[in-house]
């Protein structure tokens, strides 16, 4: 989604000297670059903490106004609905004064909202892959198997390929140490019974600190009532 704004910013400074205006340029660009920062971690709380108290947010569109930094929360909620979110502006002009300065120009802000496939492919799987990363840093090698269906098929791109559970349970056997992982680039693309979930990796053994990543692509089933991986190929 994308929203375009007239935007129009009273900023007040505490110090008695006048700004100049890369100063103030100075203070807009770190602003921004907070409230970027701020949406897409869709930390509303922080966004607020940018306003004065005593702050008042004006839409002209629809005659309204809201108060304080719970107006300023209550407005970005109302436009994101709970997604994270990212600002782009032109068209800036500041007016400067001794306790104040002003900002004004068009703003465009981008919703990056997830469709109702990818919110429930991402609430299937999350707890899937949950289970399945604890399993394997405990060594739980038959929990493992059973995240796979049983014509599943593993690749480990450029090396091996195993098909079925025992195979798959031999190939991963070398993996199975504690460790932590950090997942990132998620995508996922879901039917009424398939998902297809893409991701980069980062792993460090805790034991002597190794790391190794890489990206990787897993297709799944559904049997009946469970999701079952029939395609797992991993590159590291």
Not at 119 to 130: G, N, Q, S, V, Y
Request: with cysteine; net charge negative; glycine share 6%.
């Amino acid at each position: 989604w994308a929203f375009l704004f007239t935007v129009r910013f009273i900023s007040k400074q505490y110090r008695f000297v006048f700004l100049s205006l890369s100063e103030a340029e100075v203070i807009v660009d770190v602003l921004e670059a907070k409230i970027n920062k701020y949406f897409e971690a869709v930390d509303h709380d922080a966004i607020a903490s940018l306003y004065h108290s005593d702050c008042v947010i004006i839409d002209r569109q629809s005659k309204s106004a809201l108060f304080g930094r719970d107006g300023v929360k209550s407005t970005n909620l109302g436009i994101c609905k709970g997604e994270s979110m990212h600002w782009k502006t032109w068209n800036k002009s500041l007016d400067l004064a001794t306790s104040h300065f002003v900002l004004s120009g068009d703003c465009q802000l981008f919703v990056k909202a997830e469709d109702k496939a990818y919110r429930e492919a991402k609430a299937i799987l999350k707890p899937i892959h949950a289970a399945y990363g604890e399993n394997l840093s405990t060594g739980n090698m038959d929990a493992v198997g059973a995240f796979y269906a049983v014509d599943g098929v593993l690749v480990h791109k450029g090396k091996s390929c195993a098909y079925g559970r025992d195979q798959i349970k031999k190939d991963l056997a070398p993996f199975a140490v504690p460790a932590d992982t950090t997942i990132s680039d998620e995508v996922y693309e879901a039917t009424s019974d398939h998902i297809v979930y893409k991701a980069v990796f980062k792993t460090k053994v805790k034991s002597n600190g190794a790391e190794f990543g890489g990206k990787f692509e897993q297709i799944f089933r559904k049997e009946d009532d469970e999701w079952l991986c029939i395609y797992d190929e991993f590159e590291a």
